[in-house]
């Protein structure tokens, strides 16, 4: 299905979706309203919402009508986690719905063209948080006053919106119409829009125009940077600009809830947002709850204490291992722990580093046989038992089977359990000398020890790999465990100093041909298997090095196919070129998959589905399931 066609499938959804028209519902003022928003003087409903709001029609999608009121707590390990309001919020211009079709959301339509030229329209009427007027304006100013301002951003524009190093036409139709035009294909342009963490390509002008050089006050803007240590206009306006961490209470947005001020670093509140542009199909406005309370806790205590009752909704912090203790306080707190699939490719995956810097495991790393030896050198069905009582599947780190992209050996190749076939591969290496407790040499004399390193977030992870270092250990190689920070590893990775770390799979492991395979080659430098390559294209080879290994060249040349391609039968052609290559390859060392993902819930928390995929991309965690539509029944 061609770009085209998709986005027209999903405008005629929407248009299903959006029966009966606006106007002929009776709009329900929300009753809680004053609870949040106290003292402040707020139109009707019918003037806080679009023309032509979204309408969401809850039995459709197995849901059930609710209505609106209560305060929703969460448990977060760090305070920066309250910007998971604007994950599962997940009002984006367009999203993914639970069958993983785009759909229009912020937008009310989009015209797709050839591929390459892309016509936005809004909803007339729609409103940011504050009132005022969401517009073409807002897209204007992003593009000519933020991306294309070398002083906020000298990186230059987000790299999907280059094509061939190519930017797009942008233009103005209309107060409520814009238009980004390629002279090529941009198969990625619309699925970014619809990501966890997208580019937000809108900013609320009217709000960020007092901070930009070209239009604030300057005496204004430098009292600012006196009072905040900041040396330039440019930073006075990035720290404003928050459209995804929500640092910043004061900045107008479109999810349907609004982070207060901090009265705490312990605790943060965010409230509905009155303009909120959708509404159910009896005219009552979303979101349905009043408020969300983030208890920001220690990452290790968020399973005791929601064992204790302590939260309404709680995914976040838990893993599989902590289904025997959440059981355990089902009848005590009127909880239930529902058990979700996990859209990761891989629960757990380990990740040599193809870019590290010590040129002996440089040249170890970067020859397939020996990832293949460390592969089948795990025992995975043995993880699935001891770590996942059996549920789970030992697996690649690749697509599952709910993907329409899924094949068997992609997810077997090199994955089975075979001792003397790695150890084998190892002596054919040349890696035959050992020291007197078995384990084998490096050329250079060093033992062949393996320092895996961790975020230190995961306990399962530690697990695994006590579990991989006594099979590995039979091989002749010895497995140490480092925890750090997620950051620090990260960083380590890139600069090379880090040979081999863990960390869950792809976080897209239910892919559609449709969707850009970004994960699966070097052009991200986050990938903590070959991040100096992904650096080197981000950075149009200004930083980190190009790929030196033939399958990473092909994987890049693909991932470029896909870019420049036209139709969806031969994107996914391209997919399986390159879900082929990581199978042969073994780039990733994944251990198993289809783990299930604990999600408690209260027991008056209505509307969160029984069985729905958890994941990051595509989903945004709860967002894919429509968590304005989640109520409290106070008869529970």
Not at 138 to 157: C, H, K, M, Q, T
Not at 281 to 305: M, N
Not at 483 to 506: D, F, I, Y
Request: hydrophobic share 40%.
């Amino acid at each position: 299905m061609s770009v085209k066609v998709l986005i027209a499938f999903a405008a005629a959804a929407l248009c299903a979706i959006t029966a009966p028209a606006a106007q002929a519902l009776d709009l329900i003022e929300t009753p809680t309203l004053s609870r949040t928003h106290q003292g402040i003087d707020l139109p009707p409903v019918a003037e806080r919402l679009p023309e032509e709001p979204r309408i969401i029609d809850p039995a459709a999608i197995g849901r059930a009508q609710g209505r609106h009121g209560g305060s929703l707590n969460t448990l977060i390990g760090r305070s920066k986690d309250v910007r998971l309001i604007n994950v599962w919020g997940y009002a984006r211009l367009l999203g993914y719905d639970e069958k993983l079709r785009l759909v229009p959301d912020i937008l009310v339509k989009v015209d797709a063209e050839d591929g390459r030229i892309f016509t936005l329209h809004l909803r007339r009427g729609h409103k940011w948080s504050d009132g005022q007027p969401f517009t073409a304006e807002d897209f204007r100013y992003y593009w000519e006053d933020i991306a294309n301002n070398e002083e906020l951003s000298p990186g230059g524009v987000p790299a999907f919106f280059l094509v061939e190093g190519e930017k797009p036409q942008f233009s103005v139709i209309d107060a409520v119409t814009v238009r980004f035009e390629w002279q090529k294909p941009n198969p990625g342009f619309l699925p970014n829009l619809a990501k966890a963490r997208p580019t937000f390509i809108y900013r609320p002008a009217h709000y960020l125009r007092q901070f930009h050089g070209a239009y604030g006050d300057t005496a204004e803007i430098e009292k600012i940077m006196a009072a905040d240590k900041l040396r330039s206009w440019a930073a006075v306006h990035n720290k404003k600009d928050e459209m995804y961490k929500a640092r910043n209470p004061d900045m107008p947005t479109l999810q349907p809830w609004i982070v207060r001020p901090a009265d705490s670093e312990q605790r943060r509140v965010a409230v509905r947002n009155p303009y909120f542009h959708r509404i159910d199909s009896a005219g009552r406005q979303l979101p349905y709850i009043d408020e969300i309370v983030f208890s920001v806790t220690d990452g290790r205590l968020i399973a005791t204490k929601t064992q204790a009752g302590e939260s309404d909704l709680q995914a976040r912090g838990l893993s599989f291992s902590d289904i025997t203790v959440l059981k355990r306080g089902e009848a005590a707190h009127g909880y239930k722990t529902r058990l979700w699939p996990n859209a990761k490719a891989a629960e757990i995956a380990l990740y040599p580093n193809l870019t590290v810097k010590d040129p002996e495991w440089r040249k170890l790393l970067n020859d397939r046989r020996f990832r293949r030896a460390l592969s089948i050198g795990v025992d995975r069905e043995l993880i699935s038992r001891v770590l996942f009582f059996g549920y789970a599947t030992a697996s690649n780190n690749t697509v599952l089977p709910t993907s329409p992209l899924y094949r068997e050996d992609y997810r077997t190749n090199w994955a089975a359990y075979e001792p003397k076939k790695a150890a084998a591969l190892l002596d054919e290496i040349g890696l035959s000398e050992r020291r007197g407790d078995g384990i084998r040499l490096l050329p250079d004399g060093r033992p062949l020890e393996i320092i895996v390193e961790t975020a230190g977030e995961s306990r399962l992870q530690a697990d695994a790999l006590e579990l991989i270092g006594e099979t590995w250990r039979e091989l002749g190689v010895a497995l140490f465990i480092k925890p750090t920070q997620r950051e620090v590893m990260r960083n380590r990775a890139l600069s090379g100093q880090l040979v081999m770390s863990v960390w869950s799979g792809h976080d897209n492991g239910v892919p559609t041909p449709d969707m850009p395979p970004e994960e699966y080659a070097p052009v991200r430098s986050e990938t903590l298997c070959w991040p100096g390559w992904g650096q080197y294209f981000e950075t149009e080879g200004e930083r980190g090095e190009a790929p030196d290994d033939p399958a990473a060249q092909k994987l890049v040349a693909l991932y470029r196919q896909w870019i420049g391609s036209k139709e969806s039968a031969e994107r996914e052609a391209i997919w399986h070129g390159i879900l082929a290559i990581h199978a042969e390859e073994t780039y990733s060392i994944g251990l198993v998959s289809e783990a299930r993902q604990p999600v408690v819930v209260a027991g008056h928390l209505q509307n969160v589905p029984e069985a729905g995929i958890y994941g990051w991309d595509p989903g945004a965690q709860f967002g894919i399931h429509h968590m304005d539509l989640f109520w409290f029944d106070d008869a529970q």
